[in-house]
């Protein structure tokens, strides 16, 4: 081999990069301990989806967008006024070339180490965690580099990872502290929340050459405590005047069941006697036109109060029971003209069978049948 043809295997004439991996965000082309030579007319290919920066003696000079290049001084124009090339060069020069990567790095994920402290107008402090997703690309070679990936020969997404997801929680956590939305809207307004955290992260990754090209809140959590109060308070709205009357009648079984652990028939009565109540609350609730009709109507006057009795039961105070459910007692043998019972304004505790306002409960009942035999 001539001396010719030498000097001619130690200069590089094709520059490029033919990327395989998945994870490779920068890569330095190589250059034979460092003297390779890179000569004139020299072509450089730039791939889609990549970027070619060019640095002398650790200074950024001229950076190329995808396409196929005759390197000369007319497209070198900064490498061109830090070498002295006035009037074009004829001989090979040293220069580092790094290949950068701009396609999309999809599906990193992000999550909260530690619960985000926020504050509601109705809950007070809340504790949540959230995840999620998002993706990023290089949008500027040169601040990358400048930035982030500094001479690293071969720059790869791991190294990245961990920066990025601690200024993803960083900002996340901040803009759920100070935007304005209730608690209740954070677990059913993702998208929402998910673009507002988009556009104030890519603030930040603009400064090191990248952009965020989706970001994701997958989901948001918080105490179960919490989470059943925002579920009881979106029934209530969601069903007005009708879940405040469904609760009543929740709250009116629940006290029955309650009621009735002193005794089955007592309970029974009870029941009952709640059971009629219920009853006329659902007819009104489902009932349009009567709804409608008493709306119409001037407001009548506050009924009377309806009387209610306490029943001395093996020496203790029960009650106090309103008429039906003294009728339900009658019923379930819990009840008879003997039983003691008091009300407001008696003197002090009677047998039922003389007090006026229950004989007519004794008298609807049939008499005991008659002996057998």
Same mark, same amino acid.
């Given at each position: 081999m001539g001396l010719f043809d030498f000097v001619k295997g130690e200069l590089i004439d094709? *520059?490029?990069?033919?990327?395989?991996?998945?994870?490779?965000?920068?890569?330095?082309?190589?250059?034979?301990? !460092?003297?390779?030579e890179i000569k004139n007319n020299a072509k450089l290919t730039v791939?889609?989806?990549?970027?070619?920066? $060019?640095?002398?003696?650790?200074? *950024?000079?001229?950076? $190329?967008?995808?396409?196929?290049?005759?390197?000369?001084?007319?497209?070198?124009?900064? /490498?061109?006024?830090?070498?002295?090339?006035?009037?074009?060069?004829?001989?090979?020069?040293?220069?580092?070339?790094? $290949?950068?990567?701009?396609?999309? $790095?999809?599906?990193?994920?992000?999550g909260t180490k530690n619960p985000i402290t926020v504050s509601d107008p109705r809950f007070g402090m809340v504790e /949540?965690?959230?995840f999620g997703n998002f993706a990023y690309r290089v949008t500027d070679a040169g601040?990358?580099?400048?930035? *982030?990936?500094?001479?690293?020969?071969?720059?790869?997404?791991?190294?990245?990872?961990?920066? /990025?997801?601690?200024?993803?929680?960083?900002?996340?956590?901040? &803009?759920a502290a100070s935007s304005n939305l209730t608690i209740d809207k954070f677990a059913s307004n993702l998208d929402e929340l998910s673009d507002?955290?988009?556009?104030?992260? %890519?603030?930040?990754?603009?400064?090191?050459?990248?952009?965020?090209?989706?970001? %994701?809140?997958? %989901?948001?959590?918080?105490?179960?405590?919490?989470?059943?109060e925002i579920f009881a308070y979106s029934r209530m709205n969601a069903q007005g005047d009708n879940w405040t009357k469904m609760n009543a009648m929740n709250v009116m079984n629940t006290a029955a069941q309650n009621e009735g652990m002193g005794?089955?028939?007592?309970?029974?009565?009870?029941?009952?006697?709640?059971? !009629?109540?219920?009853? %006329?609350m659902m007819g009104n609730m489902f009932n349009p036109n009567q709804q409608n009709q008493q709306t119409g109507m001037n407001t009548p006057p506050p009924p009377p109060?309806?009387?209610?009795?306490?029943?001395?039961?093996?020496?203790?105070?029960?009650?106090?029971? !309103?008429?039906?459910? &003294?009728?339900?007692?009658i019923a379930g043998g819990q009840f008879n003209p003997n039983s003691q019972v008091w009300k407001q304004g008696m003197a002090a505790w009677s047998a039922?069978?003389?007090?006026?306002? /229950?004989?007519a409960l004794f008298g609807a009942m049939p008499p005991p049948p008659p002996p057998v035999g």
């Open positions: 094709i *520059i490029e990069w033919v990327d395989s991996s998945n994870d490779t965000i920068m890569w330095k082309f190589p250059r034979k301990n !460092n003297d390779h791939r889609e989806s990549q970027q070619a920066v $060019f640095l002398n003696e650790g200074t *950024i000079a001229d950076v $190329f967008k995808p396409g196929m290049y005759t390197l000369q001084t007319q497209n070198m124009p900064i /490498l061109a006024t830090l070498k002295g090339w006035k009037y074009g060069f004829d001989s090979p020069f040293k220069a580092d070339v790094y $290949f950068v990567s701009t396609k999309q $790095f999809i599906d990193q994920k992000w /949540l965690r959230a601040l990358f580099l400048k930035e *982030i990936a500094g001479t690293d020969v071969n720059y790869t997404t791991d190294e990245l990872e961990n920066q /990025l997801k601690t200024k993803v929680m960083r900002k996340f956590t901040d &803009l507002m955290a988009k556009e104030n992260l %890519n603030a930040y990754f603009l400064t090191l050459g990248l952009s965020i090209t989706d970001f %994701n809140v997958e %989901n948001v959590s918080m105490p179960e405590d919490i989470k059943k005794g089955a028939g007592m309970g029974m009565g009870v029941g009952m006697g709640m059971g !009629n109540m219920m009853g %006329n109060p309806l009387s209610s009795y306490f029943v001395a039961v093996n020496g203790q105070q029960t009650g106090p029971f !309103n008429m039906q459910q &003294l009728q339900g007692m039922a069978s003389a007090v006026p306002e /229950l004989q």
